[in-house]
C-alpha cells in the first residue's frame, strides 16, 4: 500500500475554526485553531504558543489537564474526529493524527509513551500502558508510576499557567 | 573500500615501519610502490586525523605505534573519579548509584516510590525515564537513597540464600557452582587456598596464585590428560599416576569432579518459554550485558555502570609523551597532543569536472582531479609528489600528475593573504585557472598556505575504485631549536635554519568507475572523423 498523504499537507484555505473554550483553560494567543469543525478544550489544559490544532477535516475535543506543547500540531484524520483524553502530554513538534489519545499519555501521543521518532501504523490501535522507545520497541510499562506521572503534571499545569498569559477572547467568533 | 571515504580522500600511511620494503633512506626507483591493495596496508592507512606525530622522532605515529597508559578510570555518569587501587578490587564497574536501564540501556535514576512530594521517603526504586522500566517490576526495592550498590548486593545475597529456585534462580547456580569448584580445587591442592597442601602448589613455596609453578601445572595436566604421561615420567611430588600427599604427608587420589547439573535448569528455561510470550524473552543486547545471559525480561538486573578510563599515549621508539589529557575528569582539555595535522600537510581531492560523479566515473576515459596540499606549518614548504605509473592491481589505471614539484606557502597569519590581495590590486590565487593548457607543468592554482595541481587519471576498466598510491617528500628549512629535541645544540635559537624532511605514502581514492554500457564501442568518441 503506498504511504497515505498526509492530511496536513493538504493545502486549504485557513480559516478560523469555532471554538469551545473551558473558562479554566490557557490558551496562548499565538496558538493557530484553524478548521471548520469545533475544537473543544477542556479545564485545565494548556495550550502553549505556536501550538496548531487543525479540525479542516474533523472535530477535535482536547480533555482536561492536558499540555500541548509548542510547535505541535494535532489535527483530526477525517470526520470521525481527534479525541485526546485527559492528563494528555503532548510534547514539541509531535505531529498527532490519529483518532484518540486515551488518559495519562505522553506523546513525545491511555498511559502509553511514544518517544520520538517512533512509528505507530495505521490503523493500529496501541493498547494501555505501553512505552514505545528506540527503533518502535514497544514494552509494557509495569512500574505502576502513572500516579506519580500525574502528580507531576499537575505541578507542571499550575507552572505553566502562572507562565501562558491566556487569551481565548481571539478565538472566539 | 567504502564509497564514502571518497569525499576525504586523504588517507596518509606510514612509510617506515609499516612497509617493509620502503626505506626513506634508499632511492626511491629502487622500492616497489605501496600497495593498497595488499591485505597489510588495511593496517597501515590510516585517515591524517587520527594519527599522531613524534617531535623527538620526527615521525607520524599511528595507533598502532604508540603506547597508552591509563591516567584515570571515571564513572561516566557521576563523573567520580575511582582510585585504580578500587578498580583492582571493586571491579570496573561504577560503585555508588550509577546504573543503566537494563531494558533500554538509558542511565536510570532513584525515585521515591512514596506519594508524599514534598518529603520523601523510602522505599526507593531505580526508574528510567525513557522507557518507565522500573526496579519494582522485578522486586528490587531500597530503603534509602543512597548507596545501592551495597544494598543491591545485599539483596541479591539474602535472596539467594533464603530462596535458592524462583526469583534468583541462576543467580545462585552460578554462585554454587563457583563454590563447587572452589572446594573441589582446594580439596584435589590445587590453587591458593592456604591449605597447606604437602607436595604441590603453595606449600612447595610458589610465589604465584595461579598454580603455574611447574608441580602444579603437572598435576593439573594429570588431572585433564588422565595422567598418563605424568605417571611415567613420576614429577616431583607425584609419586604415581594422579597422587599427591595431604598435610598429614598421607596419599591422596586426584579425582574428577561429577559435572555440573544444569539439565534441570535447562527444563525449566524450556517449560516457561512455553508459557510467555516473545515479548518477555530477552534481547541480544540486553542478554550480553547481564553477567549471567538470563533468557527472560523478568530476570533481569539494573547493570552498573562501567567505567571510562582517560589514557595518556606515548611513542613506542622514544617514549616521549604524545597525547596528555588533563587528570580531572571534569576537563576534557589535553596537556599534550601532537596531532599530525599540525606536522603534514593535508592532501585533498577535487573534481575538475563539477558535472561527473565519484560514484560512476565514465569509464576508458580520461579523468582531471585537482590534488591541494595545505600546509600546517610556519615555513614555506616544497613539496614532491611521485606515483607508480600504473597504479597495484589486475586492472591499472596511468596516473599522472602534471605538476610533481612545486611550492606551497607558510601557514601565516589568515590576514596576510587579504592584505596582499589589496595592495596588489590583484588576486594572487586563480593563476592557472582560465583556457590554458592543463598539460604545461605548472601549478593549477595556489593561495595563502596552499597549491593545487592536477592528477590525471586513464583507466582501463570499468567497475572498479581507483585508488592511487602518491610517495610525498615535503622539504623545508626549519630554524634550529624550534623542536624541543634541538634546544639542547642551540638554546635561543639564533634564526640559523636547518634543512628537515618527511617522506610519506598515501592513498587517495579517486571514485569509483562507472559500468560500461553495453555498445560502448559505438559510444566512443572515433578518432580522425574531422568535424567539417
Redesign the interface.
Known amino acids: 500500500m503506498p504511504p497515505r498523504t498526509r492530511p496536513s499537507a493538504s493545502t486549504e484555505p485557513v480559516s478560523k475554526s469555532p471554538v469551545d473554550l473551558h473558562p479554566a483553560c490557557v490558551i496562548d494567543g499565538t496558538a493557530q485553531l484553524t478548521g471548520t469543525y469545533l475544537i473543544r478544550v477542556g479545564a485545565n489544559t494548556i495550550i502553549h504558543p505556536k501550538a496548531r490544532l487543525n479540525s479542516s477535516n474533523g472535530p477535535i475535543t482536547i480533555g482536561e489537564s492536558c499540555i500541548i506543547s509548542e510547535r505541535c500540531m494535532l489535527q483530526a484524520a477525517d470526520t470521525n474526529g481527534l479525541v485526546v483524553g485527559d492528563a494528555v502530554s503532548i510534547e514539541c513538534n509531535a505531529v498527532v493524527e490519529g483518532r484518540e489519545v486515551k488518559e495519562g499519555t505522553d506523546v513525545e501521543v491511555g498511559n502509553c509513551?511514544l518517544?520520538p521518532m517512533t512509528e505507530v501504523a495505521e490503523q493500529e490501535v496501541v493498547p494501555d500502558y505501553t512505552?514505545m522507545?528506540?527503533y518502535s520497541?514497544?514494552?509494557?510499562?509495569?512500574?505502576?508510576?502513572e500516579?506519580?506521572r500525574r502528580?507531576f503534571l499537575d505541578?507542571h499545569i499550575e507552572a505553566l499557567k502562572a507562565l501562558i498569559v491566556s487569551n481565548p477572547a481571539k478565538f472566539k467568533a | 573500500m567504502e564509497l564514502d571515504s571518497i569525499g576525504v580522500n586523504n588517507t596518509t600511511s606510514h612509510n617506515v615501519r609499516y612497509d617493509p620494503d620502503f626505506d626513506p633512506s634508499s632511492d626511491d626507483d629502487d622500492s616497489p610502490p605501496f600497495d593498497p591493495r595488499n591485505p597489510r596496508s588495511a593496517f597501515s592507512l590510516f585517515p591524517l586525523e587520527n594519527l599522531l606525530y613524534c617531535e623527538d622522532c620526527h615521525q607520524i605515529r599511528c595507533p598502532r605505534c604508540v603506547l597508552e597508559e591509563i591516567v584515570s578510570y571515571y564513572c561516566p555518569s557521576c563523573l567520580f573519579e575511582v582510585p585504580s587501587s578500587t578498580v583492582k578490587t571493586e571491579g570496573n564497574r561504577c560503585t555508588r548509584n550509577c546504573f543503566q536501564c537494563p531494558i533500554c540501556f538509558a542511565s536510570i535514576s532513584v525515585v521515591s516510590n512514596s506519594d508524599q512530594v514534598t518529603a520523601p521517603t523510602g522505599p526507593y526504586s531505580l526508574t528510567c525515564s525513557y522507557c518507565h522500566w522500573s526496579s519494582k517490576e522485578i522486586g528490587l526495592e531500597f530503603d534509602k537513597p543512597a548507596n545501592l550498590t551495597a544494598q543491591f548486593a545485599k539483596q541479591l545475597k539474602a535472596a539467594a540464600a533464603e530462596n535458592p529456585k524462583p526469583k534468583y534462580a541462576e543467580f545462585s547456580t552460578y554462585e554454587e557452582n563457583f563454590a563447587r569448584l572452589k572446594s573441589h580445587y582446594t580439596s584435589q591442592g590445587i590453587g591458593a587456598a592456604g591449605s597447606g597442601t604437602g607436595g604441590l602448589g603453595v606449600g612447595r613455596g610458589a610465589t604465584d596464585d595461579y598454580g603455574t609453578s611447574p608441580g602444579t601445572l603437572s598435576r593439573l595436566m594429570g588431572l585433564y590428560t588422565g595422567g598418563g604421561h605424568v605417571g611415567k615420567r613420576n614429577v616431583s611430588g607425584l609419586s604415581a599416576r594422579g597422587v599427591g600427599r595431604d598435610a598429614n604427608g598421607k596419599k591422596t587420589e586426584l579425582t574428577e569432579m561429577e559435572d555440573v547439573e544444569i539439565v534441570g535448569d535447562e527444563k525449566d528455561i524450556i517449560d516457561r518459554l512455553i508459557q510467555v510470550e516473545f515479548d518477555e524473552t530477552t534481547t541480544q543486547a540486553q542478554n550480553l550485558c547481564q553477567s549471567r545471559q538470563p533468557k527472560f525480561k523478568s530476570q533481569l538486573r539494573p547493570i552498573a555502570t562501567l567505567l571510562r578510563t582517560k589514557r595518556s599515549k606515548r611513542c613506542r621508539a622514544c617514549r616521549h609523551i604524545l597525547v596528555k589529557p588533563e587528570p580531572k575528569v571534569q576537563s576534557t582539555r589535553f596537556r599534550i597532543k601532537l596531532v599530525a595535522m599540525n606536522y603534514i600537510p593535508a592532501i585533498n581531492i577535487s573534481r575538475l569536472d563539477p558535472t561527473t560523479s565519484y560514484h560512476s566515473l565514465p569509464p576508458l576515459s580520461t579523468h582531471q582531479f585537482l590534488l591541494t596540499v595545505t600546509n600546517p606549518l610556519f615555513d614555506p614548504i616544497s613539496v614532491s609528489l611521485s606515483t607508480p605509473q600504473k597504479t597495484p592491481g589486475k586492472y591499472p589505471s596511468i596516473v599522472t600528475i602534471l605538476c610533481p614539484e612545486f611550492e606551497v606557502g607558510a601557514n601565516t597569519d589568515a590576514w596576510d593573504e587579504v592584505l596582499k590581495e589589496d595592495s596588489s590590486g590583484e588576486k594572487k590565487s586563480r593563476r592557472g585557472r582560465g583556457d590554458r593548457d592543463r598539460s604545461d607543468g605548472t601549478v593549477w592554482d595556489s593561495g595563502r598556505n596552499w597549491s593545487t595541481v592536477v592528477i590525471e587519471e586513464r583507466d582501463e576498466e570499468d567497475e572498479k575504485v581507483v585508488q592511487v598510491p602518491i610517495f610525498v617528500r615535503i622539504e623545508y628549512e626549519a630554524e634550529v631549536g624550534m623542536d624541543s629535541g634541538d634546544v639542547g645544540d642551540v638554546p635561543g635559537g639564533d634564526g640559523r635554519k636547518e634543512k628537515k624532511e618527511h617522506a610519506y605514502w598515501c592513498v587517495l581514492y579517486l571514485g569509483k568507475i562507472g559500468r560500461m554500457h553495453a555498445n560502448y564501442k559505438y559510444l566512443l568518441p572515433r578518432r580522425g572523423v574531422i568535424h567539417a
Open positions: 509513551k518517544c512505552v522507545y528506540g520497541e514497544r514494552r509494557i510499562d509495569a512500574s505502576g508510576s500516579g506519580a502528580k505541578k
